[in-house]
């Protein structure tokens, strides 16, 4: 059996092998995405975002508790935040609860951020249906931050949770405004400090006046996940979004935007990749750059001139 | 005249009209660009970027009034965070000095992140040469945030000035463990605060350990921007780094570096913008979409099918 194969056959050394092929970009990684993508489309995907030190990798694993509770298994792709030049792990593989890494309907794997943040999303989207064709009936995507890379991230779950904390700076508050317009289900966790509140209120303003062209007003709830409070409450909530997706037919449209941008990531990245091996073969491109450098030739020209050599 | 011109033979008005064509994309903007390559490459681009709230905007006006106090003409690209889908400005303009504005000497600009990122990097670092070809000595690019898409504006950059502030979290100088990086120099801002020397010394600390194959250690300076304390010491420490790369030939390769990076990010984006012209014109998208979200196509193979209608 190849190793697509062993993954649908329930492997998780293969489906540990695959998530790898896919991050490497080995060879083998286009043909196992091939063969697994029939069997994809049947998990539920949430997405975990917010600021750090709100406490999502604690709240990702207590919702997986609390689904394996209910039966259901589990997958765990935790997106690392590492330097964008040396390519290494800042905060390096977190901490899991011992006695989720230690159960068979539980699969957790850590991504860095290795190579292009473009390349992050697509291989983490690929992660995730790696984990939905194994059979996983929940996939959670964890990302550290709020930036545009996260978002773009975000866009691979059906169900997007995004974790903030009482407390925090006003600052801070104000960039997580684009955040408002990606969730789906607000979690206040840490919900035993002071400004609570305050926060809570302010939340559910924002989120009113953000109200626009939708039934699906995001929820805000409370959790304080180091006790596991608030959690089960949470996956009542996460239950009712994915719900609404179905009946409203939300989803099917969400998933064929998610899949139209899918395509034209993929697009983009192996043309990128073709005419990056163009100008490498053509070995004139440094000379291009040292002209350009020297205002010898302006970069609008010589891009001209490459796309004729390049495109059809 | 034309446009160009005009920002050559000192318009203000062109100064702005030139910026407002590149960053709306107007067809205009290729030909002023193209005009106006030749007239770069003469002033020194300092980016200034770190965590929300650590004075940025202060700091850089105090720096401006500095070189202005020397005799220099300065241009300020201020990037504002915004909403990655609504597009709107949420801090809006960041109210700046009035004896700022008012001096015919500086030039100020805001600049969104309407549209993609990837289009905000390069639009920043055409509104550098625009101003950069306009005749302005110093062009500050100053950023909120230290994500991906900060440390892609702040390589338009000779010199990066990295400003911190006593008393964030420990999470938050993690996530910023990535800045150090792009650091040449290090300014602790609101260095009256409590923890202003501890701060110095981790981060002492953190750049000896970063200290990698460079004879330039970034220096750490202390200021308190809103009293205009230690701004002249850090004017001189942006000087010496300057003269550090001319003498050492960092420069060049800094510059040549950063117009292979334009070079590459343009043809990314033009051929990105034809390929989607094909998809439009070829009519068939939608349908491949569809079949690919019903699992009757995968996307590995569709994406192959297009690269054969769209590359040579």
Known sequence: ????????????RALSKAITAVENEYDTAVDIMKAL???????????ITGAPGAGKSTLTDKLAKAYRRQGKTVGIIAIDPTSPFSGGAILGDRIRMVDLTMDEGVFIRSMGTR?????LSRKTAEAVKILDAFGMDVVFVETVGVGQSEVDI?????????????????????????????????????????????LHVELDMMLDLNQEHTD??????????????????????????FEYLQ?????????RERTKNELL????????????????????????????????KDPYSVVREILHQVLR
Chains 1, 2 share one sequence.
Do not use: C
């Open 37 to 47: 993508y029939p069997h994809t489309g049947r998990a539920h995907v949430i997405g």
């Open 265 to 296: 990531d993929l697009l983009d990245e192996e043309i990128g990749r073709k005419v990056m091996r163009h100008l490498q073969e053509s070995g004139n491109f440094d000379n291009l750059v040292i002209q350009v450098e020297q205002r010898e």
């Open 247 to 255: 009946t409203s037919g939300a989803l099917t449209v969400r998933r």
């Open 1 to 12: 059996m190849n190793i697509a194969e062993q993954v649908l056959a329930g492997s998780r």
């Open 115 to 119: 190579g292009s943040l473009g390349g």
């Open 216 to 241: 699906w007003r995001p929820p805000v709830k409370r959790t304080v996940a180091s006790r596991d409070e608030g959690v089960t409450e949470l996956v009542e909530t996460i239950g009712e979004h």
């Open 154 to 198: 975000v866009k691979a779950a059906d169900t997007t949770i995004v974790v903030m904390v009482p407390g925090l700076g006003d600052d801070i508050q104000a960039i997580k405004a684009g955040i408002l317009e990606i969730g789906d289900v607000f979690a206040i966790n840490k919900a035993d400090r002071e400004g609570v509140d305050k």
